[in-house]
């Protein structure tokens, strides 16, 4: 039996590696942990406990009613849902257009689209806070559904592009030989091959939305409205905050991101290894 020689260039990279996901799991076990706490055991440091020994699975109970949490969840799935629907259609077309059909300045105008990703989005806040509040839209979850119908962001447009490249081109021209029309190719050969790809982008909006807190803070003045991101805010007070009701909520938000993610992350992982296979 072959021994495998030791090496201490893998022993230290190992090393690191457990150690960055130990800063990552930290914070999660901390807020799993309070949520089953009182809130006055949560400051507790001497002794230390590493887990209650009674756990109050009420604090769950409580923290689904203590706002109007169901209402919250519905918007924020509307908004998820709507805007997901929204990104992989718009940016599958766009990127279908940017690396299946041939047209005069299309490298220039990829080359714009992406110059977009180095524009702070706190440069455009203001202007496009403007554009909605003059179309009375303020206070909806328009500013918030719309823009993802208008292109799908420059990332994901780009993501579909470079998956769309990997496709043989052969396969557009046999299909044109059949008399298949661009909208036809696009829906019957091209979007049926880029599933991974389409799984990437639609967990990356998902997840943005259902965890966005930016958007929603500026556009929704409506507590019937919030989205979960406001929602988690009614824990917190002026002169007192419900910490272990707040952790409890965190978590319940937090499981649905980490169950998608958990699914998706084969998909995820092969849609990201595959955009580089063609420039």
């Not at 495998?4 to 260039?9: H, L, P, S």
């Not at 690191?16 to 130990?22: E, G, R, S, T």
């Not at 766009?94 to 299946?100: C, D, H, I, L, T």
């Amino acid at each position: 039996m072959i021994k495998k020689r030791f090496n201490i260039k893998d022993f230290v990279l190992y090393m690191v590696l457990i150690f960055i996901a130990f800063l990552c799991i930290v914070p999660l076990f901390w807020m799993v942990r309070s949520s089953f706490m009182k809130n006055t055991a949560i400051y507790v440091l001497d002794p230390f406990v590493v887990w209650p020994k009674e756990m109050l699975w009420e604090n769950y109970k409580n923290a689904w009613t203590f706002s109007d949490f169901p209402v919250y969840t519905r918007n924020t799935l509307i908004i998820a849902i709507a805007s997901l629907v929204g990104t992989i259609f718009t940016s599958s077309l766009a990127a279908y257009s940017f690396s299946r059909l041939k047209w005069k300045g299309r490298s220039f105008w990829f080359s714009v689209i992406l110059s977009t990703l180095m524009l702070p989005a706190t440069v455009t806040l203001i202007p496009q806070f403007l554009i909605w509040k003059n179309l009375h839209l303020v206070n909806t979850f328009y500013p918030l559904i719309l823009p993802s119908f208008l292109g799908g962001g420059a990332y994901n447009i780009f993501l579909m592009r470079q998956f769309f490249l990997s496709i043989p081109y052969e396969l557009d021209e046999a299909a044109e030989i059949d008399g298949t029309s661009k909208l036809q190719i696009y829906s019957m050969i091209v979007m049926p091959l880029s599933k991974s790809a389409i799984i990437v982008v639609g967990l990356f909006s998902f997840l943005y939305n259902w965890n966005d807190f930016f958007g929603p803070i500026i556009y929704l003045n409506d507590k019937a409205h919030f989205t979960l991101a406001l929602g988690l805010l009614q824990f917190r007070g002026d002169y007192d905050s419900k910490w272990n009701l707040l952790m409890a909520a965190s978590t319940i938000v937090i499981a649905p991101c980490i169950l998608i993610y958990s699914i998706g992350q084969k998909y995820l992982i092969e849609g990201i290894s595959l955009t580089g296979i063609k420039g």
